[in-house]
C-alpha cells in the first residue's frame, strides 16, 4: 500500500475510524501524528511539533520512544511477543506482579493481569461480587461511590461512573444501579464524611463493595478532595462488612505526589486497579490486585475460581515493558520531578486566575486543572493551545494538563501559557 497523503489519511479516518467519544462519519479533523519522541508530538502535515501536555491520558509518564522501554519491548518481541495465560506462564508476567505487589499498598497480596482499565475494574466487580456469594451472601451485589467519578466505559464501570455529568447518563435505566452519595468536598468536612457513614451503614445488606478514585476523580470532573475520606471509607467499610475498591488507575505511579494516591490516606484498600501509566504508555495493561482475604473468600466458594481469563491475559511484551517502566520509574527521584512539576504548573496556571470565565485553577502533583464557569469551546480552545505550541484535550468545562514527568521547566511553562491561551480562547 502505498503512504497516504495527509488529506487522504484524514478522509479514510472520517469515513472509517472510530475516535474517543466521537460521531461516524467524523465531524472535526484530528491531528496527524506522524512521530513522538520525548515530550513532544511531530505532526505530519509538517507544521512541526507540540509539547505533550496529556501524556496520552495520563499514560506516557516517561516521554516518548524512550530508549529504555524501547530495549525492553524489542528483547521481549525476541523471545515472544505473546503467549496465551491458561497453563502457561513466564517470567515477565510472574516479574511485574511480584513487582506490583512489592510496591502497592500493604496487604494487596494477589494480581490479575488484565487488557485494560475498564476491564480490571470489571474484574475488580466481579471479584468482590464472587466473593460475597461465595461467603453465602449473594444479596451483597451493589457498589457505592460518589458523584463525579469516572472508572471506564463497559459496563460495570459505566454504572459507577458519575450518573449527571458523565458521559454515560444515555445508559441510565439500562445499567445496574448503584449507590451513589454526593460528590467529595475538596476539604474534609465532618458532616459528609458522616453522609459517607450513614450511606454504607443502610445499603450495608446489598453492598459488595464501596469503589471510588482516591484524592483525585480524574475524566468524572477533575476533582481533588481530602484524604482523610479514605480512612472514613476504610473504616466505614470495616464496621460494616463491605469491601473496599480504589480505581488508582489515573492516580498510580506518582501522578499525585505519592506513589499510589491510597498512600497519601496510609489506607489499603481490599482491590486495587491500576492502568495507564502501568507500561509507560506503550501498550495496554491494567492490573487488578487483591488481598488474601478477597483472594480466600473466592476460593472458599462453590464455584472456586476467578472466572475471568482474556485472551491476551499477561502479555509478556506489555508486561517487560511494564517492568522497564516501574523499574524506571523507581530508580530516578520521581518524587521530586513531581514536586517541580507541580511548583511549574502552580506559577504557570496563576495568571488564569484572571481570565474573565474562569471558575477555578487548581494544581495537585503533576496535575493542573483550570475549571471554566461555562463548557470550552473545544476548537477554539485545542487551537489556541496549539497555537503556544502545546497539545492538549479540553473536556466540558475543564482545561487540564498532566505533563510526563520528564517535561523541563521551560516546556511545563509553555504547557501553562498554553493552558492560560486556551482558557481565554475557549
Ligand atoms: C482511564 C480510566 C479508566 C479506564 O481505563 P481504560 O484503559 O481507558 O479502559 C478507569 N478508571 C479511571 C480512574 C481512569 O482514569
Redesign the pocket.
Known amino acids: 500500500m502505498p503512504e497516504l497523503s495527509v488529506p487522504e489519511l484524514l478522509e479514510l479516518d472520517r469515513r472509517h475510524v472510530w475516535h474517543p467519544y466521537g460521531p461516524m462519519p467524523g465531524r472535526v479533523d484530528p491531528l496527524v501524528v506522524e512521530s513522538a519522541s520525548g515530550v513532544r508530538l511531530r505532526l505530519a502535515d509538517g507544521s512541526g511539533e507540540l509539547v505533550d501536555g496529556m501524556s496520552s491520558?495520563?499514560s506516557a509518564i516517561h516521554g516518548y520512544n524512550h530508549p529504555v522501554l524501547n530495549e525492553a519491548a524489542c528483547g521481549q518481541i525476541g523471545r515472544m511477543s505473546h503467549v496465551m495465560f491458561g497453563g502457561l506462564t513466564h517470567e515477565p508476567a510472574v516479574r511485574l506482579a511480584k513487582r506490583l505487589v512489592d510496591i502497592s499498598p500493604d496487604g494487596l497480596e494477589h494480581v490479575f493481569l488484565a487488557d485494560?482499565?475498564?476491564?480490571?475494574?470489571e474484574v475488580a466487580v466481579k471479584m468482590c461480587l464472587q466473593y460475597w456469594r461465595s461467603l453465602g451472601r449473594p444479596a451483597k451485589q451493589r457498589l457505592l461511590t460518589w458523584r463525579g467519578?469516572?472508572?471506564?466505559?463497559?459496563w460495570q464501570?459505566m454504572s459507577v461512573c458519575d450518573p449527571e455529568g458523565g458521559m454515560h447518563e444515555l445508559w441510565s435505566g439500562v445499567l445496574p444501579r448503584q449507590v451513589f452519595v454526593g460528590p467529595p468536598p475538596a476539604a474534609y468536612e465532618e458532616s459528609y464524611a458522616e453522609e459517607l457513614r450513614a450511606a454504607i451503614a443502610r445499603h450495608a445488606d446489598e453492598l459488595a463493595a464501596v469503589i471510588v478514585?482516591p484524592v483525585v476523580?480524574?475524566?468524572?470532573g477533575m476533582r481533588f478532595h481530602s484524604p482523610a475520606y479514605l480512612r472514613v471509607l476504610r473504616e466505614a467499610c470495616d464496621a460494616h462488612d463491605v469491601l473496599l475498591v480504589f480505581?488508582?488507575?489515573?492516580?498510580g505511579f506518582g501522578r499525585t505526589g505519592a506513589l499510589f494516591a491510597a498512600e497519601h490516606a496510609a489506607v489499603t484498600p481490599d482491590v486495587m486497579?491500576v492502568?495507564?501509566a502501568l507500561t509507560g504508555g506503550c501498550l495496554?495493561m491494567?492490573a487488578t490486585l487483591c488481598t488474601a482475604r478477597v483472594a480466600d473468600g473466592i476460593s472458599r466458594g462453590e464455584v472456586p475460581v476467578l472466572a475471568h481469563g482474556p485472551t491476551f491475559m499477561g502479555n509478556p511484551l506489555a508486561a517487560s515493558v511494564a517492568c522497564a517502566s516501574i523499574d524506571l520509574l523507581l530508580g530516578q527521584d520521581w518524587l521530586s520531578e513531581v514536586k517541580r512539576i507541580e511548583t511549574g504548573l502552580r506559577e504557570g496556571l496563576a495568571p488564569a486566575l484572571e481570565v474573565p470565565g474562569v471558575k477555578d485553577v487548581r494544581v495537585l502533583g503533576a496535575i493542573g486543572v483550570v475549571q471554566l464557569d461555562h463548557d470550552v469551546d473545544m476548537r477554539a480552545a485545542t487551537d489556541a493551545a496549539v497555537r503556544e505550541g502545546v497539545w492538549l484535550r479540553p473536556f466540558r468545562d475543564l482545561i487540564y494538563t498532566m505533563p510526563p514527568y520528564v517535561t523541563g521547566d521551560e516546556d511545563v511553562a509553555r504547557i501553562a501559557r498554553a493552558v492560560c491561551a486556551a482558557a481565554r480562547e475557549g
Not at 485494560?116 to 475494574?121: E, N, P
Not at 467519578?149 to 463497559?154: K, L, P, R, V
Not at 476523580?217 to 468524572?220: F, H, K, L
Not at 480505581?247 to 492516580?251: F, L, N
Open positions: 491520558w495520563w485494560s482499565g475498564s476491564v480490571s475494574v467519578g469516572y472508572h471506564g466505559d463497559t464501570p478514585e476523580q480524574g475524566a468524572g480505581d488508582e488507575i489515573a492516580t486497579c492502568g495507564k495496554t491494567a
